[in-house]
């Protein structure tokens, strides 16, 4: 196992020209861009802008991300690269200003060299990007060319969105850490929204340390960038529901040989039943994301609902068709579960499951369900995937980890720790 989490990865920024660092990062990306397809949109001269706005400042190698390029999904709003939100209805729109996430991350130094592949408006319709491991598969949605770039080693971080498991999805199945903090933490202005009341910010990362700083950067947190180990081993809890029952046997049998790992490293695992109230949250989060889906996209669904993808316009109609009493009672049941968190965490730090159903599917067939992250997303709990090795098609497998609302900086502490005491799932 390497070491994780001592040193950000070094930064082109150090040849200190701007032509040489926009050589230095297209020469990455372009290493496997044709076929991982990655990238929506590229830019060399706006990253030699970017990186001759860099060099002038005078404190750029004391800002936290100085240098390093970083990719940005497709529905964030960037003021000089377009942003088209997956969607051919906004082919070449060019934002008149960066959403609150990329003026962060520009402050604190990264270059976005382009623009991220998403599915269309972060739902289901997948783009073109093929899984770096294995591009006959799927590297999950929405957040697809985030988590590919990363996983391919065209950038070592990226930024996407989750509002069922659109960050945890992708980078389980390319083999990477994603890291979806607190509903709210971080700023989701200048974001195209699928459903307001869960859509949150995610990162991708080669480790927990770099996923920490960049989230760190983004939520204004700098203690999340130095996130070191839990003082002591971590209390986890595994309490299945109902949707694990869709859950392939190895990846069932991978959780089974984490969680024992896990427990001779020092960690506590304990078992328990899924408390009363928390067991239709799946279906809840598929409800509330489909109306709020059609209140969200209704000036799309208005003015060019043909040219929305069938899977998008049958949310939408799916959405608009709900009884108000459903919908209130969905409402409830999500903020009495949220008020009941302790009950579902009892002692544990950290609630424990797959990541995903299985290892990647086919690219034909889609980014695969959503639903092992749908219940923790509608919460808003703080979530993060880790890499858990490989399945029997030999396509990555990944663990989830979740913390209580809020508690981020221990959800990232114990998932170093965690990272740390897992050598042979990343041997």
Known sequence: MSERGESIPASPAERETPEAIAAAVCDAIAAREDEVQAWAALDRGALEAQAARLLARPDWHDLPLAGVPVGVKDIFDTADLP??????????????????????????????????????????????????????????????????????????????????????????????????????????????????????????????????????????????????????????????????????????????????????????????????????????????MAAEAARDLASEALAHGDRLSDALQTLIETGKALPPELQEADYAARDAAIARQEALFGPADLLIAPSALDEAPAFEAGTGSPDMSRAWTLLGLPSITLPAGTGPGGLPLGVQFAARRGADLTLLQAAAWIERHLPDVYD
């Open 83 to 288: 942003t088209a939100y997956g969607s051919e209805i906004y082919a070449g729109h060019r934002p008149a200003a960066d959403a609150a996430a990329v003026a962060r991350l520009r402050a604190a130094g990264a270059l976005l060299p382009g623009k991220t592949v998403t599915t269309e408006f972060a739902y289901w319709r997948p783009g073109k990007t093929r899984n770096p491991r294995d591009l006959s598969h799927s590297p999950g949605g929405s957040s697809a060319g985030s988590a590919a770039a990363v996983a391919a080693g065209m950038v070592p971080f990226s930024i996407g969105s989750q509002t069922a498991a659109s960050t945890i999805r992708p980078a389980a199945f390319c083999g990477i850490v994603g890291f979806k903090p607190t509903l709210g933490r971080i700023s989701m202005a200048g974001v195209k929204g699928l459903a307001g009341s869960m859509d949150t910010a995610g990162v991708f990362a080669r480790d927990v340390a770099g996923a920490g700083l960049v989230a760190g950067v983004l939520a204004g947190r700098p203690d999340w960038g130095r996130v070191g180990l839990l003082a002591r081993p971590p209390v986890l809890r595994l309490a299945p529901a109902p949707e694990w029952g869709a859950v392939a046997p190895e990846m069932r049998a991978r959780l089974e040989e984490v969680a024992e790992a896990l427990s001779r490293a020092g960690a506590t695992v304990e078992r328990a039943e899924l408390p009363a109230g928390f067991a239709d949250l799946c279906e809840v989060q598929t409800r509330i």
